[in-house]
């Protein structure tokens, strides 16, 4: 994900955002390489820094996402842990399937 991408969900008021990948902007030799290249600081968490324009929450490494069903209308809660000190921390994602 993009800048560009996160800010189009992001305008359509989705304001959580989940992924089964490590991570949810570009692969991290990815962004080193395009920043190496160019020198330009947004190529470095584009995904990430939307956040700080519009309010949302991303989560990332979730897991057994194929067990869900293929709808778009699953309620979805996010239990945060509590991190003392940090910017960001784990949630326990809880999928309400009727």
């Given at each position: 994900?993009g800048?560009?991408a996160?800010n189009?969900?992001?305008?359509r ?5 989940g992924?089964d990948?490590?991570g949810f ?6 962004m080193g390489?395009r920043?190496a290249?160019?020198g330009?600081r947004?190529e ?5 820094f ?9 989560i990332?490494?979730m897991?057994?996402l ?7 209308d ?5 239990f ?9 921390g784990s949630?326990?994602?809880v999928?309400?399937?009727e």
């Open positions: 994900m800048a560009e996160t189009h969900l992001v305008e008021d989705i304001r959580v955002i992924t990948t490590y902007d570009k692969p991290f030799s990815a390489d920043f290249e160019t330009d947004s470095l968490w584009p995904a990430h939307t956040g700080r324009e519009v309010e949302y929450f991303q990332e490494k897991g057994s194929d067990a869900l069903p293929r709808r778009t699953i309620p979805l809660v996010t945060p842990i509590k991190i003392i000190g940090a910017s960001a949630v326990r994602p999928a309400f399937i």
